[in-house]
């Protein structure tokens, strides 16, 4: 079944920036999430294509392969992607072709490339606190390691791979065919140069077992979802010894019951009476640090906006911090009493004759309305 391209997957244009992308991102993984599945198998697939789009488009060298050949540029089966043999690329594939058969590509025969490991990818899950503030977490990675007991030679311990006889170590064989010295990879072999006679008991030769390793990571303060963090070398094992793959630590975070993130700012709904903003006066709104006061003018309206400097989060790149912005939500009282009732229609009262001095904003609009329909009747 053939995979959907990329940035289609991602809702993107092809040659969007580096910010489109985490953007894109973010919000899907948001939409997808494995906790929003709830068991939706479709909603599961989903997330897993989102997350492969944005782990080859936010790389540049991948990005760079894929735009170039599409699917095939990142397909470790076809010696792209990041795990394998990506360097060598497609010119080096059929540089060994014509190589084999004009007799250049390297000198002869020569032993097939040891297979780097797998690279791996983990989804952790973070709070906006662990998030902006850092965190030291352990993770458990089920993955191949290297055997122990043969060092990853996949030979019983006191003995070693032989060379090969067939091929003499070099991995490959040399067929004539009339004219033509075609090289192919070593039947005997397969490529390695050497045989396990005697394997080891505890990986049965391979060199590597299956094991679930815990990993120290340190989570630098200010990432946000879409971020990755590498371990070198923490990825699969490689066959025979080979050298073993990355480890992708990609963050997401969750959401908060107060505030929203945007880049490095946040921001926040905050209710305040009727009283305060008509008077004026002083509240508490919360940050990640504590709470702070906050002076609100009189006259205030409801969706005013108040940008609090500082207050929001430190850039894990720039080391620049953001701002937290308090929009205020003027709450209409509930549950009144007989009493205040009688105080709000006497206010009411009061204010009849000045409604366009006291409530502009109603004024205007009802002044509006009306020129409007006398437009329309005359």
Known sequence: MSKRDYYEVLGLERGASE????????????????DRAKGDKSLEEKFREISEAYEVLSDSQMKARYDQYGHAGVDPQMGGGHGGAGAQDFSDIFGDVFGDIFGGGGGGGRRQRAQ??????????????????????????????????????????????????TCGGHGQVQMRQGFFAVQQTC?????????????????????????????????????????????AGEGEAGPNGAASGDLYVQVHVK????????????????????????????????TLDGKVKLKIPSETQTGRMFRMRGKGVKSVRSGAVGDLLCKVIVETPVNLTDKQKELLESLESEMKGGAARHRPKESGFFDGVKKFFDDLTS
């Open 187 to 231: 039947p005997t072999c397969h490529g390695q140069g050497t045989i396990i006679s005697d394997p080891c008991n505890h990986c049965s030769g391979q060199g590597r077992v299956q094991k679930s390793k815990t990993l120290s990571v340190k989570i630098p303060a200010g990432v946000d979802t879409g971020d990755r963090i590498r371990l």
């Open 116 to 165: 780097r490991g797998s690279d791996l990818r983990y989804n952790l899950e973070l709070s906006l606190e662990d998030a902006v503030r850092g965190k030291d977490v352990e993770i458990q990675v089920p993955t191949w390691v290297t055997c122990q007991p043969c060092d990853g030679s996949g030979a019983k311990p006191g003995s070693k791979p032989q060379t090969c006889s």
């Open 19 to 34: 910010r489109d992308i985490k953007k894109a991102y973010k919000r899907l993984a948001m939409k997808y999430h494995p």
């Open 255 to 286: 959401e908060h019951a107060i505030f929203d993130r945007d880049g490095n700012n946040l921001y926040c709904e905050v209710p305040i009476g009727f009283t305060t903003a008509a008077l004026g006066g002083e509240i508490e709104v919360p």
